[in-house]
C-alpha cells in the first residue's frame, strides 16, 4: 500500500537484510550502493537506491519512488536491474525501517569499547538503533554490518556472558588468570 502523505525523503539506499530493514546513508560517493551490491550478491534484498521515500506508520516504513524501481546505480557499472542480475526476490517496493548505517571516511578511533554504547537515529519521529561504519577499516562493510545486525539481536545475552566472565575474573587468584 502506498501512502498518500510522504513524511520524510532521506539520501541513501535501503535494503533488507534477514527480514531486518536497513536505510544506509553517507555523503556521495562513499560507497552506500557498493555495500548494497555485496549484500545483494550475499541475497538480501534491495528496496531503494539514491533516494528513499519514507512515511510513518507504528513504524517508520521506506519505499522506492516509481522512477528509480528495481535499480542500482553503480559509479564504476552504471544502472543495473538487480531484478534480471540477482532474481525475483532481491527486490522489494516497500519494507519497515528498523536500523540506520551512516557510512564515514574517517579514520578509526585508537580507543575501543569492549561494549560500545548504542546510538540511534531518529526517522519519521521514531528513534532507531544506529551504526557509524568506517569506510577506512579494512574488513568488508557488509561483514561488519551483518556482524552487528546479529550482535542486535543476541546484545542482551552477550552482555550477560561478557559480565559473568567479568565477575568470575575478578574472583580469580590472581594466579590463575
Known amino acids: 500500500m502506498t501512502p498518500s502523505v510522504i ?3 532521506h539520501h541513501g539506499v535501503f535494503v533488507a537484510i534477514e527480514g531486518v530493514g536497513v536505510l544506509i546513508k553517507g ?4 560507497g552506500k550502493s557498493s555495500l548494497a551490491l555485496a549484500l545483494l550478491a550475499q541475497g538480501h534484498q534491495l528496496i531503494a537506491d539514491d533516494l528513499v521515500l519514507c512515511y510513518a506508520s ?3 516504513i521506506g519505499l522506492c519512488p516509481r522512477l528509480s524501481h528495481r535499480l542500482l546505480h ?3 557499472l552504471g544502472l543495473i536491474d538487480v531484478v534480471q542480475h540477482f532474481g525475483a526476490n532481491s527486490w522489494l517496493l516497500q519494507h519497515r525501517v528498523d536500523v540506520v548505517v551512516h557510512l564515514h571516511n574517517q579514520s578509526q578511533s585508537r580507543y575501543y569499547d569492549l561494549m560500545p554504547e548504542q546510538h540511534y537515529d531518529t526517522l519519521c519521529q521514531r528513534a ?5 561504519l568506517s569506510i577506512t577499516n579494512p574488513a568488508p562493510l557488509s561483514l ?3 556482524t552487528w545486525l546479529k550482535n542486535q539481536a543476541h546484545s542482551q545475552q552477550t552482555h550477560s556472558v561478557f ?4 565477575r568470575h575474573h575478578l574472583n580469580m587468584p ?4
Do not use: T, V
Open 144 to 146: 561488519r554490518l551483518l
Open 7 to 9: 513524511s520524510e525523503n
Open 163 to 166: 559480565n559473568q566472565h567479568h
Open 74 to 76: 553503480s559509479r564504476e
Open 58 to 60: 507504528p513504524h517508520p
Open 174 to 177: 590472581i594466579s590463575e588468570a
Open 27 to 30: 555523503e556521495p560517493g562513499c
Open 128 to 132: 532507531l538503533p544506529c551504526l557509524d
